[in-house]
């Protein structure tokens, strides 16, 4: 069997798929929600939810919702009025899948999330209890984010990324990302002699793509551009995708020939780690010499301040930051355990005369192993 078609039967034996609908595939900016289109999806899913296996749904949808009843014409862009039109829309939304599962006597249960819900334990936690135990009782989980309360610092920026982290939650077995974009294509849909992508194994076989962001203007706040980030993250994850397009959904939940395979290239990851590989924001840079490289890389030690040699950016303990050799070669992103005020005095010191010099608490590792993700870059350079 090909890398391609193992894939594609991971998707379709999937006991419990996370499948992602974008604005753009449930709305218009004329109309608002586009109660055809929401039917079919719900059709789809509660079929898929009837022959047994399990399903949660990350609905884009809820701001463009909220505009036909606002009398607005096009998303805001400030973040107040995003928030307002959530905060209208999101119920029409849930009224909407309401509607279209009742066929199947199947009930949605609204999970609305922000960041922190998915990269603070105690939060990650609760939400997955709560989307197991809504499965366990025969419910139907609709996730989104919660654009009313959400701000710009702590933010997915949209529901393909959250749909990833979801899916990585839920322990879910595949997920599918539905949008207006049948796959994934060589280059924008309107250059010519651009041609699909069936199947996407690795890194490498995105490098040489335009795929640039492709969407449908004035609705939805996504592109292609975070569909493949989102694919990737899972593939990263042990969680093989499938992105095609809302029409195709029976398709790709059979596991069928349309739309871009993703296979999986890691085998799965903490959460806090795929945060930090994928969408932490850093705060500062920590620059290492070539036997920290060696020794991060090859021996997947901690980072300490021995091989330190200096810093850069204004963050505390506890904050997101990336790693750099010498070179300026970024190895690893990690969670460091003193601010950049503190570690300039620590550079190039030995865990024992930390002690010694500056108090018992700075012998610790500058970052945890358990705290630090490696780049694909490092691997690269782990001879030196």
């Keep these: 069997m090909s890398a391609e078609a193992e894939a594609r039967a991971r998707v379709r034996d999937a006991r419990r798929v996370v499948v992602k609908v974008g604005s753009s595939s449930l709305t218009t900016v004329e109309g608002g929600l586009d109660h055809d289109r929401v039917r079919r999806i719900a059709s789809a ?24 009843p606002m009398g607005l014409d096009r998303r805001p862009r400030d973040l107040a009025t995003q928030q307002a039109a959530a905060g209208v829309g999101q119920s029409l939304l849930m009224a909407a899948y309401t509607f279209g599962l009742r066929d199947y006597g199947l009930v949605p249960a609204q999970v609305l999330l922000t960041a922190d819900d998915l990269i603070r334990r105690t ?9 197991d135990r809504m499965i366990s009782l025969g419910m139907m989980p609709v996730v989104n984010e919660n654009d009313a309360v959400a701000t710009h610092e ?68 996504g592109g292609m551009v975070t569909k493949v980030q989102a694919a990737t993250m899972a593939a990263d994850s042990g969680i093989p995708t ?31 780690l795929l945060w930090l590989a994928h969408l932490a924001r850093t705060m ?12 991060v890389s090859r021996r997947g030690t901690s980072l300490l301040a021995v091989g330190v040699t200096g810093v850069s950016g204004d963050f505390e303990a506890g904050d997101p930051v990336d ?13 460091v355990n003193f601010s950049a005020e503190e570690l300039p005095q620590m550079c190039g010191m030995s865990s024992e005369e930390l002690g010694d010099r500056l108090g018992a608490d700075y012998r ?10 490696l780049t694909e870059a490092v691997f690269e350079k782990a001879e030196i």
């Design 123 to 131: 939060h990650y936690r609760n939400a997955q209890r709560a989307l």
């Design 154 to 221: 702590i933010r997915f920026g949209d529901n393909d990324r959250l749909a990833a982290l979801v899916a990585h939650l839920a322990h879910a077995d595949a997920l599918i990302l539905l949008s207006d974009v049948e796959a994934l294509l060589t280059a924008p849909p309107e250059r010519a002699g651009s041609q699909r992508v069936s199947f996407v194994s690795g890194p490498g076989d995105l490098e040489a793509l335009s795929i640039g962001g492709i969407g449908a203007a004035g609705i939805g706040s």
């Design 284 to 295: 500062g840079t920590v620059r290492i010499d070539d036997g920290a490289v060696r020794a």
């Design 323 to 335: 790693v750099r050799g010498t070179d300026g070669t970024l190895v690893a992103r990690g969670i």
């Design 364 to 373: 610790r590792e500058v970052i945890h192993r358990n705290d630090l993700v």
């Design 45 to 68: 899913l509660g079929a898929h939810r009837a022959g047994g296996r399990e399903v949660i749904l990350v609905s884009s949808g809820a701001i463009a919702a909220g505009l036909e």
């Design 242 to 272: 499938i992105l095609t397009s809302a029409p195709h959904i029976e398709d790709a939940l059979r596991g069928g020939e349309r739309g871009t395979a993703f296979g999986i290239t890691h085998r799965r990851r903490a959460t806090r």
